[in-house]
């Protein structure tokens, strides 16, 4: 059996997942908290330390799940963080990989699927969603040429972005209306393949890497 233990703040999936996973004949729930400094509090009265532990990431008034990850490793060495969250951006989903997560799900994965997610982590895998694996999927990728990709308008905009300017100060400075930057924004979203402003200043500093 795999011992487990589970972090999320709110009672009602806190509860779901602990009544699913104590049901299932693979797993023993040794611990059931509601933060992760509960969790590091409550160890020391444990007969047996969890293989795995699963955690939310936002966890308020605290310590996030992220943060949690090191704290954790540090106490437990062997045991690995599997964290999930109701967000899949890119920002996150690295954070929680450099921090040492061992997979990041998304919090609508059924319960079905989370008990084989946890599961792959005991046998060495390290699971993610779908559109998690994705963003680490195109941060592999070989970086794109921006300035080839874009037109001379667009990079203006983009320089703007990356000056920290908002949509109305860029259309003030390129002379342009804010239905004008709008537009060629989200033309730079669908070539450059992003969904944010964060992920533009990230794939930038890739390519100035």
């Not at 589970?6 to 699913?20: F, H, K, L, N, S």
């Not at 059931?32 to 699963?54: G, I």
């Not at 599961?119 to 300035?147: E, I, K, N, T, Y």
């Not at 003030?172 to 989200?186: E, F, K, N």
């Amino acid at each position: 059996m795999l011992s487990l233990a589970i972090i999320e703040d709110q009672p009602a999936i806190r509860e779901a997942y602990a009544a699913y996973l104590t049901a299932q004949p693979e797993f023993r729930v040794v611990l059931v908290c509601a933060s992760v400094e509960d969790f590091l509090a409550r160890l020391p009265e444990l007969a047996e330390a969890p293989k795995v532990v699963l955690s939310d990431i936002g966890l308020p008034g605290g310590l996030s799940g992220i943060e949690g990850v090191k704290h954790i490793r540090q106490q437990l060495p062997q045991t690995e963080v599997l964290l999930i969250s109701v967000y899949n951006d890119a920002a996150r989903v690295f954070q929680a990989l450099c921090a040492g997560a061992v997979g990041y799900l998304v919090k609508n994965t059924p319960l079905t699927l989370l008990k084989e997610n946890l599961l792959q982590v005991a046998a060495g895998g390290s699971p993610m969603s779908p559109s998690v694996a994705r963003h680490v999927v195109q941060h592999f990728r070989p970086v794109q040429d921006v300035s080839k990709a874009l037109s001379s308008r667009e990079l203006q905009i983009v320089q703007g972005i990356e000056d920290g300017l908002s949509y109305k100060l860029i259309a003030d400075r390129l002379g342009i209306s804010l239905d004008t930057v709008r537009s060629h924004i989200r033309t730079v979203y669908r070539k450059l393949e992003v969904n944010s402003k964060s992920e533009i200043m990230a794939r930038m500093a890739r390519q100035a890497g």
